[in-house]
């Protein structure tokens, strides 16, 4: 009986404290080719990361410690921004992971464009064709993101997508990638 009291309290205590986004936020809803999402954090206080997501020290390469802006005239942002520009009609967030890494799990919204394809699809994102590349004059602000700080995937894509022809100030890098949205308990979804 002891053991099954101290259980209670011990689970109760793990769900005690609200979890939110930001003080005055406790969940975005976002919408994505399969209906609503809402996004939020892990409400367990004692929720922690299992597998991939701890390890620290893989090795380099392939796994260096990505540089915090992977070009000139890129921005990078964090989770906040994340979440604002899925919000955003003239945004588009995009997976830049191999595609098995979206399928077992992505940020909400996300669309897959894995890096080896990215300077090809231009397309996708409003660039017209031009025998020397790509014209993008009027396209979206992208957020390109990957693993995390130590995956070049998304740096990758995002030169790539420069060199083709895609302009910088439209490209924004969320370094911190699935490692940190996991670390932070955000919602992820199977990607589709």
Known sequence: MRSLVALALMTGAAFADPVGIT???????VETPQGEVEISRIQDNANRLEGDWTLTSRSCPNFCIQPMTPAPGVTTIGELEVLEMLQAEDAVLIDGRIRPNFESGTIPGAISVPYTEAADRL???????DFDGWICEEVPRVVLFCNGPWCGQSPTAARRMI???YPAEQIYYYRGGMQNWNMLGLTVVPGE
């Open 123 to 129: 397309g996708e994102l409003g660039c017209e064709v």
């Open 23 to 29: 003080p005055d936020i406790m969940s975005v809803t």
């Open 163 to 165: 060199e083709a022809g």
